[in-house]
């Protein structure tokens, strides 16, 4: 395909996701409607259709209308590409511009890709860095692996994967965490990721894990395992520990026998765990607020309703986990979360409704850092 030909499929695409099709079922329903289509065209798609998303107000700005074919205007505006030459109205490009977008005056000050409603709850939580965050939501996500210290070193890994083609920098200060800079795709294939070397985990939650305390024969839950990302990065940590897995939707750990597997290690998956355990993880569902550079369709999609419903979630499997904490134990609570909300304050509200429960220790991590937004809170009962 070519470049305009790309761009006339994104503006079909993301058409169909400003119409309220999730943006993977969209780029799904295109690929098989599309068999012409290779897999570079399929990731320029995709590239052009997410850049889109995480910029959409901007773009839209700049292209002069909030339609697919607006959004691709103004993406072209923003990277400087020959407009009359790919909005040619040949076979497979998109049409010409019109006279009215061809002269569209773009505002001074463009705007800065949030939704309206939670401009003030993304303010309120993120304080003087609120803009440069929002900022740092429209750049693609950096893919980040874990080291597994059961299976080997980080420099062991950096070898390792570079004598596969697939080049990896260390996070400063974090060595066991690695950037994937080169050959991502290839990664699922390698012999370093099956073998169990590295998984794929982001850097912020990599770095909540490593502040957990853990202990040789600590029985630890991971109250909310989903494919057990945290229960994976605790276990391979620290040997000799009992590790269960629960999830309220058991199908969501199908993968997780065959991760720990790879990773070389056992793990329990439990559908009634019963206490007491020494650490249990509650990794709660959230608004994903910030993950949104991976998934930028979800900023536009969440709205007030969804978000007190996972606030109500949130604190009820806080208050299901909290009694399988053992005397002197831990409760970690985790979002992928920026907003206040779901993080500092759900964690007020349960000291409220709890007693018994000490704070440790609260921290927020932000994309500037180079990671996901994520936040952690570690409790400790009395
Ligand atoms: C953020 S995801 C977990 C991600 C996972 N910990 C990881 O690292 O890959 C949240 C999980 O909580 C689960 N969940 C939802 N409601 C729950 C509940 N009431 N009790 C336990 N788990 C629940 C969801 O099914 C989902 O898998």
Redesign the pocket.
Known sequence: MTPAARIAAAITVLDQILSGSPAEQALLRWSRASRFAGSGDRMALRDLVFGALRRRDSLAALGGSLTGRGLMIGHARQAELDLPAIFTGARHDPAPLTEAEAALTPPETLPDDLPDWLRPAWTAALGPQAAEVARAMTDRAPLWLRVNPARTTPDAAVAALAAEGIDTVPAPDFPQALRMTSNERALARSAAYRDGLVELQDLS?QQACALLPLAPGLRVL?????????ALALGGRQPGMTITA????PD?MADLPARAERAGLRIALEARPRGPFDLVVT????SGSGTWRRTPDAKWRLDAAQLDELLA?QA??LD?AAPLVGPGGHLAYMT?SLLTAENEDQIRAFHARQSGFVAVMQRLWTPLQGGDGFFLALLRRD
């Open positions: 939650p991971d109250y909310c395992a989903g494919g057990g990302g945290k629960h999830d309220a939707l969501r990794d709660v569902p959230c979630l009820h499997i299901r992928c």
